[in-house]
């Protein structure tokens, strides 16, 4: 499976973005796709993920009631929706998918990630 993550940018704080992760190859197998986050000096972050198949999610409490993860299986697309945003939401994003689940939040039950895209929120 290979992911490719998009749509970050600079925006202000209150502000939304949209970030994208596109993924090809094996995507049939694939059991859960999830959004990580990692501001320079921290570890990686769980932020949201969805069970491929039937779209259970699953967010870090940081950010429930702001973000909301989406999936379009027809495009083999997961989608990342950003609103009320703040500075502490800096940070490099990045997509993975694992192909036997759980739906999880830990790094290490994930075999694929894309490349980061950099969100970074003025105050």
């Known amino acids: 499976v290979q992911l490719q993550a998009f749509g970050g940018g600079l925006v202000q704080a209150g502000g939304s973005l949209s970030l994208t992760c596109a993924a090809s190859?094996?995507?049939?197998?694939?059991?859960?796709m999830a959004w990580f986050r990692q501001a320079p000096g921290k570890e990686r972050e769980f932020v949201a993920a969805?069970?491929?198949?039937?779209?259970?999610?699953y967010y870090v409490d940081s950010v429930k009631g702001r973000f909301t993860i989406s999936r379009d299986n027809a495009d083999n697309t997961v989608y990342l929706q950003m609103n009320s945003l703040k500075p502490e939401d800096t940070a490099a994003y990045y997509c993975?998918?694992?192909?036997?689940?759980?739906?999880?939040?830990?790094?290490?039950?994930?075999?694929?990630w894309g490349q980061g895209t950099q969100v970074t929120v003025s105050s």
């Open positions: 969805i069970v491929w198949s039937v779209g259970n999610r």
């Open positions: 190859g094996r995507t049939f197998s694939t059991h859960t």
């Open positions: 993975a998918a694992n192909l036997r689940g759980p739906l999880t939040g830990a790094p290490g039950a994930y075999e694929y």
